[in-house]
């Protein structure tokens, strides 16, 4: 049985997963500019790396080649779809690692990603299972960060699901404004690409999709390593470049 390690460098974590090629085993997350590499194994066959951090992706990259053979996502030459935008260049690696993710667990376009990382990216497959883009927002941690820091009245707090729509303090206040908020803003996006769509399907993932999950109204399955299984699928599928 093969050891495969899988990276995904994000802004603000990175998480770092181990898998026997077809299933995640196990994973750890830590912030991507304090790199922990002494959660890599010993040994492993091959790694296939995602990053939006290009100098951090070198630092881990020299690392793991040392060790084994591996695919950079960014150099992959294999996809379960076609690209459709106007600068493939400039599509993070992020993006294609949630579409696969959707191929990997089997669903059939059409379908939109939604990832709440540093930003709140939606994505866009087609039935044509063609890749045209989608939307960037502010992210929800981010957004709370940055209200914190410039509202004197406003203390950091630990956003929890919140159990109505008008909160009765300042705590319920933000969780109602972050967590329904943020699912209204999939959920007007969802609804709106149906219009065009009829048989849309929705996938949530990053790291404050486990509370916004619990409150979104519309059908949408929260797969909470959704960029790591797109990982293997990249794997799958780019076996020639090993």
Request: with cysteine; hydrophobic share 45%.
């Amino acid at each position: 049985m093969a050891t495969v390690v899988l990276l995904d460098i994000g802004n603000t974590k990175t998480k770092l997963a181990i898998s026997d090629g077809r299933n995640i085993l196990q994973t750890k997350e830590f912030f991507s500019h304090e790199p922990d590499f002494s959660e890599l194994p010993e040994q492993f066959d091959h790694w296939v790396l995602s990053s939006v951090v290009p100098e951090l992706g070198s630092d881990w990259i020299a690392k793991l080649s040392k060790v084994a053979k591996g695919i950079q996502l960014k150099k992959a030459e294999k996809f379960d779809f076609i690209f459709d935008v106007s600068k493939k260049a400039e599509v993070g690696d992020d993006r294609l690692a949630d579409i696969e993710g959707a191929y990997f667990l089997g669903f059939n376009a059409p379908f939109i990603t939604i990832d709440f990382g540093t930003a709140s990216v939606i994505n866009l497959v087609t039935p044509k299972n063609e890749f045209v883009g989608g939307a960037i927002g502010p992210g929800v941690m981010s957004s709370f960060d940055c209200l914190i820091s410039k509202a004197a009245l406003l203390k950091s707090v630990e956003l929890e699901i919140p159990t109505e729509v008008i909160g009765h303090d300042t705590k319920t206040n933000l969780d109602a404004g972050f967590i329904f908020g943020f699912s209204f803003w999939a959920e007007g996006f969802y609804h709106e690409i149906k219009k065009f769509y009829p048989e849309l399907k929705a996938l949530m993932t990053g790291g404050a999709a486990s509370l916004i999950s619990k409150v979104a109204t519309f059908p949408c399955r929260y797969v909470p390593n959704l960029s790591l299984l797109g990982l293997l699928r990249i794997l799958e599928l780019n076996q020639h470049l090993l």
